[in-house]
């Protein structure tokens, strides 16, 4: 079992235990009493409360005299320790397992708006998600112009969430593209997985519609969320063992993996994909196009995107059509009565609105 005392020291060379600190937002600072994580410091202030404060709030004030670095490096007070073991993980919470729709288990990312009501104002949480049964060590990253910059990276537990950063709307550029990397640990198991390695790369325009953001069932608020990888799909291909010679280990012969497929992209779980057929969601620019080319566009992917489920056997494919005028959606049936084997049906309200239409395959043998 992993260490639960694991933290990641990135502000270690920032802020030691016995600074003097200010905070930036609000009168007053205090002392550094101890390193919470990766972002939180627990500071010792006048009235004797000690508080968890992120380190992008504080400004160092200079070193402490020695009387009170003497008393600042004495065991937490009582209270102290109450604070600082509720907030040591502060970031963290549980999911909601037994939601009424969860989630395939996997690794996702999610924008949380702050006001549920009002999803495109505000602030939103950036939030990974660990839903499965694994722990999981993370990197998270986001690209820069020179490079990539890490944000976060630390330990989760199963079935667990955490937050990487509460963001303002006008931050949201600097975190649509980036990469996730993440290793599964288990206890014991029978499996081997394949460590987590998702790059991502979110059009800023999904962010100001409302369509973006779903019932997250095992968060249980409306979110932008992101299936970063299916823990089914990190299962290690089953290898076959090769004899020891010379004290050598031969290296083992893995099945041969198959290219991924067009459909394989919008892969939600075993035999299922989702398909977001908004004109955003296709192109990053369409800046000259008629209303009739968008249609074409749409309409074209609908029919690749079928084709490629049918050929690698999948059952069901939801495509995100939108509300509008219905002409799209009514195209969508009319194509489904010339390809035998599928049907069509209102796909999940709760999940996506009205606007979205399951196609299940039947099994063409």
């Known amino acids: 079992m992993l260490n639960k005392a694991y933290f990641c020291p990135k502000y270690q060379n920032m802020f030691r235990q016995g600074d003097r600190v200010k905070f930036l937002n609000e009168k007053g600072g205090g002392v550094v009493v101890k390193m919470i994580d990766t972002r939180m410091v627990l500071v010792a202030i006048e009235d004797g409360f000690e508080i968890p404060v992120l380190a992008s709030d504080l400004v160092s004030d200079g070193l402490l005299s020695e009387a009170e670095t003497k008393h ?18 502060h970031r ?6 037994f939601a009424k729709n969860p989630e ?18 505000g602030p939103l949480d ?10 999981l060590l993370y990197s998270f990253s986001v690209q820069e112009e020179s490079g990539f910059r890490n944000i976060d990276y630390g330990q989760m537990g199963a079935y667990n969430k955490v937050t990487i950063e509460t963001i303002n709307r006008e931050d949201l550029n600097n975190w649509c593209t980036g990469v996730i990397q993440a290793l599964l640990v288990f206890e014991h198991g029978k499996e081997i997985y394949l460590p987590l390695h998702a790059p991502f790369d979110i059009k800023p325009g999904r962010f100001y519609k409302e369509g ?35 004290d050598r280990v031969t290296e083992p012969i893995r099945k041969h993996r198959k290219e991924p497929s067009l459909i394989d992209k919008h892969r939600t779980e075993r035999g299922e994909a989702v398909i977001d057929l908004h004109i955003g969601e296709l192109l990053d620019n369409i800046a000259g196009l008629s209303s ?62 009205v606007g979205a239409i399951d196609v299940l395959i039947k099994d063409r043998e």
């Open 126 to 135: 950036v939030v990974l998600v660990n839903h499965s049964p694994a722990e």
């Open 292 to 353: 009739k080319d968008m249609f074409r566009i749409q309409l074209d992917y609908f029919k690749r995107t079928l084709d490629s489920a049918i050929e690698n056997d999948y059952e069901k494919v939801t495509y995100i059509h939108g509300v509008g005028n219905g002409v799209l959606k009514q195209a969508i049936i009319k194509a489904l009565e010339e390809v035998e084997g599928t049907k069509s049906r209102m796909a999940s309200v709760s999940r996506f609105g």
């Open 104 to 121: 395939p288990e996997g690794v996702y990312m999610a924008f949380v708006p702050h006001e549920q009501q009002w999803i495109l104002t």
């Open 72 to 89: 600042t490096a004495a065991p937490l007070t009582s209270q102290g320790q109450k604070v600082f073991e509720e907030e040591i993980d």
């Open 212 to 246: 973006s953001y779903q019932l997250f069932g095992v968060l249980g608020e409306k979110a932008l969320h992101i299936n970063l990888q299916n823990l089914s799909s990190l299962l290690d291909t089953p290898f076959m063992p090769h004899e020891l010679k010379f």
């Open 92 to 97: 963290k919470a549980k999911l909601r397992r």
